[in-house]
């Protein structure tokens, strides 16, 4: 049986969906060049009155993904203004995430799945992980979520992506 290592498990999903992620977002601006409005008007898109707005989705997502890799390979996290204003400032903030995920060496991931992993929470005390459930149970499911969300968003905005556009090539 072929064992995954964490450095496999983490590192390669991540930059997976943060590369389909750009290319949704150049399928956006192309939408939105054919249809003559400005990109702009993502930057503000909720599914529903309650949620995060588009911008929001990309910001966490992005902050998933380095953060979970910082964490499990025991380095600082890198740290971003979340102050994109523009649908190309969310194309640069994916790239530097993207670079940050697959510059950090598989060597750094050595036994990262049994050491302890702590997320500060605004309210209250932390959650504690060991380093396999946090990437597994935590982590991914994070990241994922606002990475679907961030494609359901350009989805309703009429966006012509298709499941190929989210799973890639």
Not at 118 to 123: A, D, E, L, V
Not at 125 to 143: E, I, R
Request: aromatic share 10%; proline share 5%.
């Amino acid at each position: 049986m072929t064992q995954i290592s964490m450095h496999g498990a983490s590192v390669a999903p991540f930059a997976k969906m943060l590369g389909n992620m750009l290319n949704w977002l150049e399928a956006a601006k192309s939408h939105a060049e054919a249809k003559k409005f400005s990109t702009d008007v993502y930057l503000t898109l909720r599914l529903a009155p309650d949620m995060l707005p588009f911008t929001k989705q990309i910001q966490i997502a992005s902050d998933a993904a380095k953060g979970c890799v910082a964490r499990l390979a025991g380095q600082e996290i890198p740290k971003y203004e979340d102050n994109e204003a523009s649908l190309d400032d969310l194309v640069e903030r994916i790239r530097k995430t993207r670079e940050f995920v697959l510059s950090v060496p598989e060597a750094a991931f050595a036994g990262s799945e049994a050491c302890e992993i702590s997320i500060p929470r605004r309210t209250g005390d932390p959650l504690k992980f060991d380093g396999l459930t946090y990437l597994q149970h935590f982590a991914l499911p994070n990241f994922y979520f606002h990475a679907t969300t961030t494609y359901a968003l350009l989805r309703h905005a009429g966006v012509p992506l298709g499941k190929g556009d989210y799973l890639g090539g």
